[in-house]
């Protein structure tokens, strides 16, 4: 749950002329419900940011002379809401209506601003409070999404067949979504100097997260939900009402392991060394956990088991690095387009003390999975000086994941 003080608006993006809907104004669509009074899309949007009672003011920038028909497709316990719900008039273009809003948000002087598109109606609670959260941290976060296609960037051309200019590397790449959410004295001053740009050059952003960029610093991506989709054209609609938009497929996996502890072997927990006089004997590195972690994701993808991919009668695995070995098991886990929803572990020994490095190991872990750190968690467990654990000859690790990807 969300414990910060600091005052916190929201801008919800609605000004567009919603030309791939076909001229149909997206916002003011009705969702497929099963209530007498369903949500519309510009609704749904704005009453996430409503649960929130911290979340004060809520600007919604909508086309010029809008603001009635705006209005109206908002719930009704949020029509009153006359001191919390402002509108304005959008611009030119996303960026500058987005201006306006801030520059409207000014007199308010909030300590922090998420931006979001009104066309996105399924962005839940918890990804709000993960963006305010980022905002505070980092000055600048955003929500993304790892690429599941392979992307290319394609050359400049004016025919009928375009051609190859770079094969791009997947890792390297995220599908950005919103909302977006920003320090708000640095975001307004930086949407001051992005619409000087535009004046003089004519050039259009395509989202706050480059405004940032271009002008004050870097950006925190945080992992994104596959649910919080854009409506965009008139199929995403017709796909909800089908109940496609939602289905979202999850696996769980758990895997366990145990190594026999030595002298003169290093102590390894998710790719990280701990130091300490014996360390996990195995025909690898024998990190217990990187072992764990790997079993767990591919037995949730049907994928095998961490023996079957890297026998230990293989000698290309002697002494191997098991976090290279969890990143390659990965990689095939999201070959099959699932993305990590969740990673709860356990490391049970006498010693180490595993708390002082647990943040550690869990950005380890992370890293190795493309997931954000906050998905990933580790504790340490002692066998209450009981059997081999509790005797200081083995340690143990259990990870259980929760994989999901959207289906059909």
Excluded at 197 to 222: C, L, M, P, S
Excluded at 336 to 348: E, F, I, S
Excluded at 400 to 407: D, G, H, S, Y
Aim: proline share 6%.
């Amino acid at each position: 749950m969300l414990t910060t003080g600091a005052p916190i608006a929201a801008i919800i993006c609605a000004a567009g002329s919603s030309k791939r809907m076909g001229g149909v104004k997206k916002e003011y669509l009705a969702l497929p419900s099963t209530s007498e009074s369903p949500l519309t899309v510009l609704g749904a949007a704005v009453s996430a940011f409503a649960s929130l009672p911290q979340i004060r003011p809520i600007v919604i920038a909508v086309p010029p002379g809008e603001e009635s028909e705006a209005r109206s497709s908002l719930p009704k316990e949020l029509t009153y809401e006359n001191e919390r719900i402002f509108f304005v008039s959008g611009g030119k273009t996303r960026r500058a209506s987005v201006h306006n809003a801030l520059l409207f948000l000014a007199s308010h002087k909030p300590a922090y601003v998420l931006i979001h598109d009104g066309a996105r109606p399924w962005v839940k609670r918890e990804l709000i409070e993960k963006i305010i959260e980022g905002a505070i941290k980092y000055r600048a976060a955003i929500p993304a999404l790892p690429l599941i296609e392979t992307p290319k960037e394609l050359k400049t051309s004016t025919g009928e067949v375009k051609f190859v200019e770079r094969h791009l590397r997947r890792e390297n790449l995220c599908a950005v979504q919103t909302p977006q959410g920003f320090a708000f004295p640095e975001i307004l001053a930086t949407h001051e100097k992005a619409s000087e740009k535009e004046e003089k050059e004519g050039f259009e952003y395509t989202d706050d997260a480059e405004v940032w960029g271009e002008f004050t610093g870097q950006v925190a991506v945080i992992h994104g939900e596959p649910e919080n989709r854009k409506i965009t054209y008139p199929e995403d609609l017709e796909m909800a009402a089908k109940g496609k938009t939602l289905a979202v497929k999850q696996r769980i996996g758990i895997g366990r392991d145990l190594h026999r502890l030595a002298s003169g072997r290093k102590f390894l927990l998710g790719g990280v060394e701990i130091p300490f006089d014996k360390g996990e004997l195995g025909h690898s590195d024998g990190d217990v956990l990187a072992h764990a972690v790997c079993d767990s994701i591919l037995g949730a993808a049907g994928l095998g088991d961490i023996g079957e991919l890297f026998p230990d009668s293989d000698p290309a695995y002697k002494d191997a690095d098991s976090m290279e070995l969890l990143k390659r098991a990965w990689h095939s886990v999201k070959a099959q387009g699932w993305q990590l929803a969740n990673l709860d572990c356990v490391v049970c020994c006498e010693k180490p003390k595993i708390l002082p490095h647990r943040d550690k190991i869990r950005s380890s872990l992370a890293k190795a999975l493309d997931a954000d750190p906050a998905l990933v968690f580790v504790k340490g467990k002692t066998a209450e000086g009981l059997g081999p654990i509790g005797s200081g000859e083995a340690v143990e690790a259990t990870a259980v994941c929760l994989l999901e990807k959207l289906c059909d």
